[in-house]
C-alpha cells in the first residue's frame, strides 16, 4: 500500500507487541480460538497495515468517520469492528459494507436497530452481526443497557426487548453476543478470584438464551451468544472467564494521544 509505510523500527515493536499479546491469548484462553481485536482507534493506518502483514485480521474503532478513512487506505479482507455509540445519520456509511461487527453501547438503539436494518443494501451478502453491551457494574459513566439478574426478571427488561427485536424483526442484522466494559476497579481487585461483572454478563447471556430459544429467529453461534469481554488491562482474566473477543488497544499500540 503506497504511502503507508512504517519505520523499520515502529514495525519491529508492533511486531514484539503483538506477538506478546498474542501469547498470552493463546495462554489464558478457556476456548480454542478467541478473537483478538486490536483497538486501533487515533492509530496511524500504517500501524494497521503493519499489523495487517503480521497476520492480524481484526481491528476496532470508535468513531465512524476514522473507520471509513482508514478502511479506503487498507485491504479490503479486514474485518472491522465498530464499538461505542452509533448516531442514525452514520449508520448508512457503516452498514453499506465497511463493517463487519458493531457492538451497540447506546440503550436507545431500538429504533437504531430498526434504522440500521432498512439501511443495509439488499446487495451486502453477509448481515451485520450485533454485540449488544450490558452495563455490569452499574456506573453512570459507562453505557448500556442493564443485566438479567434472573428468569423471572426477562418480561421487563429492555435488553431482552432489544434482543428479541433484533431476532425477530431485523433480517439483515445478525444478534451475535454481548459485550461489556467492566469496573477498572474490580478488574484490578479480582485477582485470584472471579470478577463480578464477567460474572454478571455470563448470568446475562445464561438467562437470555432461556428467552430467544422459544424464538424461532437465528441468533448466536449454534445457539449460543458470544461473550466480548476484556480489555488490555484484564483481557487474560476475560479469557479465563470465558470470553470469545478481547479488545486490545494499548497493549499492541502503545499510549493513545489525546483527540484534539
Known amino acids: 500500500m503506497s504511502g503507508l509505510e512504517t519505520s523499520p523500527e515502529r514495525y519491529e515493536e508492533l511486531a514484539q507487541s503483538l506477538a506478546e499479546i498474542r501469547d498470552r491469548v493463546r495462554t489464558a484462553a478457556s476456548n480454542d480460538c478467541p478473537t483478538l481485536v486490536a483497538v486501533s482507534k487515533y ?24 473507520l471509513v478513512d482508514k478502511a479506503g ?10 464499538i461505542g455509540s452509533l448516531q442514525s445519520n452514520k449508520l448508512k456509511t457503516l452498514a453499506c459494507g465497511y463493517t463487519q461487527h458493531i457492538c451497540c453501547s447506546d440503550p436507545g438503539i431500538y429504533q437504531g436497530s430498526y434504522c440500521m436494518n432498512k439501511s443495509i ?9 450485533i454485540f449488544l453491551q450490558v452495563n455490569t457494574s452499574g456506573e453512570d459513566a459507562k453505557s448500556g443497557l442493564p443485566p ?4 423471572e426478571s426477562a418480561p421487563e427488561s429492555e435488553l431482552v426487548r432489544l434482543a428479541t427485536h433484533v431476532v425477530m424483526a ?10 461489556t466494559i467492566g469496573s477498572l476497579t474490580e478488574s484490578l481487585a479480582s485477582s485470584g478470584r472471579g ?7 455470563k448470568q446475562t447471556r445464561d438467562v437470555l438464551h432461556g428467552v430467544l430459544s422459544e424464538s424461532s429467529g437465528e441468533w448466536g453461534v ?39
Not at 487506505?73 to 465498530?82: E, M, N, S, V, Y
Not at 443494501?121 to 452481526?129: E, H, I, M, V
Request: glycine share 8%; hydrophobic share 35%.
Open 195 to 201: 470478577n463480578q461483572d464477567f460474572e454478571t454478563l
Open 121 to 129: 443494501p439488499s446487495a451486502r451478502a453477509t448481515p451485520l452481526y
Open 73 to 82: 487506505q487498507l485491504p479490503d479482507d479486514i474485518r472491522w469492528h465498530f
Open 222 to 260: 449454534d445457539g449460543r451468544l458470544k461473550l466480548s469481554i476484556g480489555m488490555s488491562s484484564d483481557f487474560e482474566a476475560a479469557l479465563r472467564a470465558g470470553s470469545d473477543v478481547v479488545r486490545v488497544g494499548t497493549g499492541i499500540f502503545g499510549a493513545r494521544p489525546k483527540k484534539t
Open 148 to 151: 438479567l439478574t434472573s428468569v
Open 170 to 179: 431485523c433480517p439483515r442484522l445478525h444478534l451475535h453476543g454481548l459485550m
Open 43 to 66: 492509530k496511524p493506518a500504517s500501524d494497521i497495515l503493519a499489523c495487517y502483514q503480521l497476520g492480524q485480521r481484526d481491528f476496532g474503532e470508535n468513531y465512524v468517520q476514522e
